[in-house]
């Protein structure tokens, strides 16, 4: 075992307050992270967190903490309406949309150039 394995496992939740497992290690299988949750088209709907599972990278050691709710306690995910579909509609259009040539380019423009690849081409080759 390792001295990570030590600092991760606390059971009766006296040294982080909740019940910590090491990773891997949750103890049953009523307790689920939110993306096993949403796989199973749920939520955890307001309930508090009953465990959680917690990682120590061992170069850096940094800590990584993924948060355990009861299923028997999640809600079923509400469903998208309409209105929720345009919205995202029109989301996913502005982060198509170029700023400067104002086209619609078919994919999300990466936010570390801030334009599309016609437009990062044309600006390199002025620069030339």
């Known amino acids: ?21 090491p990773w891997r290690y949750a103890p049953d299988d009523r307790l689920a992270t939110r993306r096993q949750l949403r796989a199973r088209g749920l939520r955890p709907g307001g309930q508090p967190i009953a465990a959680q599972v ?3 990278n061992r170069r850096t050691g940094e800590v ?3 948060y355990l709710y009861r299923i028997d306690r999640a809600k079923q995910v509400r ?3 309409s209105r929720k ?3 995202l509609a029109l989301a996913m259009l502005a982060r198509r949309t170029c ?6 380019v078919g994919y999300c423009i990466p936010r570390s150039r801030g334009i599309c690849g016609l437009c990062i081409a044309t600006e390199e080759q002025a620069t030339a």
Do not use: E, H
Request: glycine letters at 10%; proline letters at 13%.
């Open 1 to 21: 075992m390792s001295p990570a394995f030590g600092k991760c496992f606390d059971p009766a939740g006296a040294r982080w307050g909740i019940p910590t497992y």
């Open 54 to 56: 917690m990682r120590v």
């Open 64 to 66: 990584r903490v993924a």
């Open 79 to 81: 469903p998208m309406t």
């Open 85 to 87: 579909w345009g919205a």
């Open 99 to 104: 700023p400067r040539c104002r086209l619609d």
